[in-house]
């Protein structure tokens, strides 16, 4: 159905409330075109002298004014107002407060369908209309101002425009076409009001209409301002009238209440609105290959944690976590320190070798346009696909990528061989694909394939973040990322440094070990096969009388050959968490860390917080262990790593305490590690530099169904829960609206005059559809 260009004429009957007025219509010339309407403000004979010098003040040339001689009411008042206008109506209460976009979306929506006669918007006092409390008087939302509340509606809208038993009469648009076919509200029997929009909406249902809510759209109402006096002899007057003429009318709503397909959208708004950002901000996706914030598919690690950290240091920014398993797409929100859970799910589960797969490429387009996501981090691509990159190109999104791992250099990640040994400095087409054929079943060339897709894909990257140098070495070896033109930044890892953590790392052991006659040397971290457990345990085994060395083992081990080892100088502590690394070190006594990774360390966590501790280490001279340790001068290095190797290595310095209190020194008083202030800093000058400051627009058609795939994914999760909780909700919400009612008040009315039921004057001073409007 098409509208004709003419403006929408707004009708606002005055009575007194001269400061609603006042807000009322400021707000209606800030959040409106002046070409959309005309504002007609009839003044009801108001008392107050306020209004007429107000009026008089208006000079707008869209306003038209009128005056009544004599107090006409509020019915007779609006029909004045519609029987002067020759375009649709909009009757408005004067004390409404109207947000950005109002009226073409009330249009929009009355246009939607050719047999709507009303639209009422959603509002925070308007009963049947109210949010974010169903059938309640509601403040704004703590936090919240109208016009963000009205935003986040809209942002979140599925335009189901549900059908209502009567619009509500805070703000009630009216079609001219229906008003010269049906005619103007009864104000005969309506007298000052109360019943007129329902006896309306009942005589525009009999012609064939509907009368809708518009879904996208939130109108501000404070309440009820005039009549109250009479409010209650009105009510049941007016009752009586209403249920004589349409004895239905009572039915419908009842029936309205039992199947309310209001409901679910009020529901909607509630579970979105801890997560919404009271104050716009710009939104960034994640991609990793677990949760950050719970243990999901496997324990947290490194870049769990990394991804935590800036989630949690960069509070301007609403950031959205995606990872995948099996056919579930688990999309996690994480704003105003609230999480909230989207389920989407795909048909066949993404495995190394699914390069694209085109449902996953739908839910992508669905999340990154239905949240008007503005930057992509992509910190891990394992079980996704390289679908993201494409889609951040065409829709000119920036992606940025850290490279935790080798994941892109090689899809089994570690740079490890079929027989657990460091691989990448003599690798062969041959021998890679043995390897593969031998990890993962593929019998082709599949790595030569996975390195193509790889370089397909990098020229859609907008920054290269490398957490050391040595990572660089290698993607530059692989892929000649200079020649590229990708540009790079290398930003380590920041961990948590306490105040007296860095004042007190010097004191870290109560003696030399030359004093004690024994070395404190500790093994930490995860301890498997490619972090060194082989030779870890080999070099417990040794029995060399030349040094004393009590061993310790810091973490947990996951290598079964190690876990069973047993020695009178080997003593197993377990885990431990980021936090209290430093005082296991000091408890300890440690004076010597190994850290003895097979594959090349992307960067280490735990290097950082043995240098926070005060402790040199001994590392293996591959990867970020190697340079950051040579580059710091913090340690001792290991060529050719073996358990012989290391061992001379803890001869030498045993024989040298010199040596070693001099880099134990300096790692104590003048080494520096970077904390999470630090690398906070550094991402906000990231995501800043990269980020577009223009907002992007997106089809309202292409953003309805997105809201809709988004609330379903919402409602998913925990399904059983849910639809529990809804069961309750709505009971609870359906009773309380149906004794809001106006047909349960005149239920209750006759049941009183026949002396079936004594009820109180409290619940005849409430009006579901009615009230909220005066």
Same mark, same amino acid.
């Given at each position: 159905?098409?509208?004709?260009?003419?403006?929408?004429?707004?009708?606002?009957?005055?009575?007194?409330?001269?400061?609603?007025?006042?807000?009322?219509?400021?707000?209606?010339?800030?959040?409106?075109?002046?070409?959309?309407?005309?504002?007609?403000?009839?003044?009801?004979?108001?008392?107050?002298?306020?209004?007429?010098?107000?009026?008089?003040?208006?000079?707008?040339?869209?306003?038209?004014?009128?005056?009544?001689?004599?107090?006409?009411?509020?019915?007779?008042?609006?029909?004045?107002?519609?029987?002067?206008?020759?375009?649709?109506?909009?009757?408005?209460?004067?004390?409404?407060?109207?947000?950005?976009?109002?009226?073409?979306?009330?249009?929009?929506?009355?246009?939607?369908?050719?047999?709507?006669?009303?639209?009422?918007?959603?509002?925070?006092?308007?009963?049947?209309?109210?949010?974010?409390?169903?059938?309640?008087?509601?403040?704004?939302?703590?936090?919240?101002?109208?016009?963000?509340?009205?935003?986040?509606?809209?942002?979140?809208?599925?335009?189901?425009?549900?059908?209502?038993?009567?619009?509500?009469?805070?703000?009630?648009?009216? !079609? /001219?076409?229906? #008003?010269?076919?049906?005619?103007?509200? *009864?104000?005969?029997?309506?007298? =000052?009001?109360? &019943?007129? $929009?329902?006896?309306?909406?009942?005589?525009?249902?009999?012609?064939?209409?509907?009368?809708?809510?518009?879904?996208?759209?939130?109108?501000?109402?404070?309440?009820?301002?005039?009549?109250?006096?009479?409010?209650?002899?009105?009510?049941?007057?007016?009752?009586?009238?209403?249920?004589?003429?349409?004895?239905?009318?009572?039915?419908?709503?009842?029936?309205?209440?039992?199947?309310?397909?209001?409901?679910?959208?009020?529901?909607?708004?509630?579970?979105?609105?801890?997560?919404?950002?009271?104050?716009?901000? !710009? /939104?960034?996706? #994640?991609?990793?290959?677990?949760?950050? *914030?719970?243990?999901?598919?496997? =324990?947290?690690? &490194?870049? $769990?944690?990394?991804?935590?950290?800036?989630?949690?240091?960069?509070?301007?920014?609403?950031?959205?976590?995606?990872?995948?398993?099996?056919?579930?797409?688990?999309?996690?929100?994480?704003?105003?320190?609230?999480?909230?859970?989207?389920?989407?799910?795909?048909?066949?589960?993404?495995?190394?070798?699914?390069?694209?797969?085109?449902?996953?490429?739908?839910?992508?387009?669905?999340?990154?346009?239905?949240?008007?996501?503005?930057?992509?981090?992509?910190?891990?691509?394992?079980?996704?696909?390289?679908?993201?990159?494409?889609?951040?190109?065409?829709?000119?999104?920036?992606?940025?990528?850290?490279?935790?791992?080798?994941?892109?250099?090689?899809?089994?990640?570690?740079?490890?061989?079929?027989?657990?040994?460091?691989?990448?400095?003599?690798?062969?087409?041959?021998?890679?694909?043995?390897?593969?054929?031998?990890?993962?079943?593929?019998?082709?060339?599949?790595?030569?394939?996975?390195?193509?897709?790889?370089?397909?894909?990098?020229?859609?990257?907008?920054?290269?973040?490398?957490?050391?140098?040595?990572?660089?070495?290698?993607?530059?070896?692989?892929?000649?990322?200079?020649?590229?033109?990708?540009?790079?930044?290398?930003?380590?890892?920041?961990?948590?440094?306490?105040?007296?953590?860095?004042?007190?790392?010097?004191?870290?052991?109560?003696?030399?070990?030359?004093?004690?006659?024994?070395?404190?040397?500790?093994?930490?971290?995860?301890?498997?096969?490619?972090?060194?457990?082989?030779?870890?345990?080999?070099?417990?085994?040794?029995?060399?009388?030349?040094?004393?060395?009590?061993?310790?083992?810091?973490?947990?081990?996951?290598?079964?050959?190690?876990?069973?080892?047993?020695?009178?100088?080997?003593?197993?502590?377990?885990?431990?968490?980021?936090?209290?690394?430093?005082?296991?070190?000091?408890?300890?006594?440690?004076?010597?860390?190994?850290?003895?990774?097979?594959?090349?360390?992307?960067?280490?966590?735990?290097?950082?917080?043995?240098?926070?501790?005060?402790?040199?280490?001994?590392?293996?001279?591959?990867?970020?262990?190697?340079?950051?340790?040579?580059?710091?001068?913090?340690?001792?290095?290991?060529?050719?790593?073996?358990?012989?190797?290391?061992?001379?290595?803890?001869?030498?310095?045993?024989?040298?305490?010199?040596?070693?209190?001099?880099?134990?020194?300096?790692?104590?008083?003048?080494?520096?590690?970077?904390?999470?202030?630090?690398?906070?800093?550094?991402?906000?000058?990231?995501?800043?530099?990269?980020?577009?400051?223009?907002?992007?627009?997106?089809?309202?058609?292409?953003?309805?169904?997105?809201?809709?795939?988004?609330?379903?994914?919402?409602?998913?999760?925990?399904?059983?829960?849910?639809?529990?909780?809804?069961?309750?909700?709505?009971?609870?919400?359906?009773?309380?609206?149906?004794?809001?009612?106006?047909?349960?008040?005149?239920?209750?009315?006759?049941?009183?005059?026949?002396?079936?039921?004594?009820?109180?004057?409290?619940?005849?001073?409430?009006?579901?559809?009615?009230?909220?409007?005066?």
């Amino acid at each position: 159905m098409i509208r004709s260009n003419s403006p929408v004429d707004i009708i606002i009957p005055i009575y007194n409330a001269f400061e609603d007025l006042v807000e009322c219509v400021d707000s209606l010339f800030l959040n409106t075109a002046e070409h959309e309407f005309r504002l007609f403000l009839i003044n009801d004979c108001s008392p107050d002298n306020r209004i007429e010098h107000y009026l008089e003040s208006l000079n707008f040339s869209n306003i038209v004014k009128v005056s009544n001689d004599t107090n006409l009411g509020f019915v007779k008042t609006v029909n004045k107002g519609m029987s002067i206008s020759n375009n649709d109506v909009i009757l408005l209460n004067s004390d409404t407060i109207v947000t950005e976009n109002w009226l073409s979306k009330l249009v929009q929506c009355a246009y939607s369908n050719e047999r709507i006669a009303t639209v009422t918007p959603f509002t925070n006092n308007g009963t049947i209309c109210s949010v974010p409390n169903f059938g309640e008087d509601n403040e704004v939302p703590n936090g919240f101002t109208i016009n963000r509340f009205a935003e986040m509606i809209e942002d979140i809208s599925m335009r189901k425009y549900p059908q209502l038993p009567t619009a509500v009469g805070f703000c009630m648009y009216i !079609k /001219r076409s229906v #008003l010269d076919e049906i005619g103007l509200f *009864d104000d005969e029997s309506y007298s =000052k009001g109360y &019943g007129e $929009e329902n006896d309306f909406c009942c005589r525009a249902t009999e012609y064939g209409y509907i009368n809708v809510l518009d879904d996208a759209t939130f109108v501000y109402h404070k309440g009820s301002m005039s009549f109250k006096d009479d409010k209650e002899t009105l009510i049941v007057r007016n009752s009586e009238v209403l249920r004589k003429k349409y004895p239905y009318y009572f039915d419908r709503v009842n029936s309205f209440l039992a199947s309310n397909m209001v409901f679910p959208l009020v529901e909607n708004i509630k579970k979105q609105l801890p997560a919404y950002s009271k104050i716009p901000k !710009k /939104r960034i996706l #994640l991609l990793t290959h677990n949760t950050v *914030d719970e243990d999901w598919l496997f =324990k947290r690690g &490194g870049t $769990e944690m990394h991804v935590k950290d800036i989630i949690d240091g960069l509070e301007e920014y609403e950031f959205y976590t995606l990872t995948t398993h099996g056919t579930r797409v688990l999309l996690k929100k994480f704003s105003n320190n609230v999480t909230m859970n989207y389920n989407f799910f795909i048909e066949y589960p993404i495995e190394a070798h699914t390069f694209y797969q085109a449902d996953y490429a739908k839910i992508l387009n669905i999340i990154i346009k239905g949240l008007s996501i503005d930057l992509i981090h992509v910190h891990h691509l394992q079980r996704h696909t390289y679908d993201i990159f494409g889609i951040a190109n065409n829709l000119n999104i920036p992606l940025v990528y850290t490279a935790h791992d080798y994941h892109l250099i090689c899809p089994s990640i570690l740079l490890m061989d079929h027989n657990g040994e460091y691989c990448y400095d003599d690798i062969s087409i041959e021998k890679c694909n043995s390897c593969l054929q031998s990890k993962m079943g593929y019998g082709t060339a599949f790595r030569q394939q996975w390195r193509n897709e790889v370089l397909k894909n990098l020229q859609f990257i907008s920054l290269m973040i490398y957490p050391s140098e040595s990572v660089k070495v290698y993607f530059e070896k692989e892929y000649q990322i200079n020649k590229l033109n990708i540009p790079f930044k290398i930003t380590e890892h920041g961990i948590v440094v306490t105040e007296e953590e860095d004042k007190n790392r010097d004191s870290v052991s109560n003696k030399s070990f030359t004093d004690r006659g024994f070395i404190n040397v500790a093994f930490v971290g995860n301890f498997a096969k490619h972090k060194g457990s082989d030779i870890i345990r080999e070099v417990l085994a040794k029995n060399n009388r030349d040094i004393a060395i009590n061993w310790f083992l810091i973490g947990d081990i996951q290598d079964r050959l190690l876990d069973e080892y047993s020695n009178g100088t080997v003593y197993k502590i377990g885990g431990y968490n980021r936090n209290n690394l430093s005082m296991l070190l000091k408890q300890y006594q440690i004076d010597i860390v190994c850290l003895l990774s097979v594959v090349p360390e992307t960067f280490s966590y735990t290097l950082s917080e043995t240098w926070a501790g005060g402790i040199p280490v001994i590392v293996n001279d591959r990867g970020a262990l190697g340079s950051r340790v040579e580059d710091n001068k913090s340690g001792w290095l290991v060529k050719n790593l073996s358990s012989d190797n290391l061992f001379n290595k803890l001869l030498e310095i045993s024989k040298d305490y010199d040596m070693y209190s001099n880099v134990k020194d300096y790692v104590s008083n003048n080494l520096k590690v970077t904390t999470i202030v630090n690398m906070i800093s550094s991402y906000r000058r990231i995501y800043k530099e990269n980020i577009n400051d223009e907002v992007r627009e997106i089809a309202q058609v292409e953003k309805t169904t997105l809201n809709k795939e988004l609330y379903e994914s919402l409602v998913v999760l925990n399904q059983n829960n849910i639809h529990l909780e809804r069961e309750l909700q709505y009971k609870d919400l359906q009773l309380q609206a149906i004794y809001n009612t106006l047909g349960w008040r005149l239920l209750n009315y006759l049941r009183k005059n026949k002396g079936v039921m004594v009820i109180g004057k409290k619940v005849l001073t409430h009006l579901i559809q009615i009230k909220s409007r005066k």
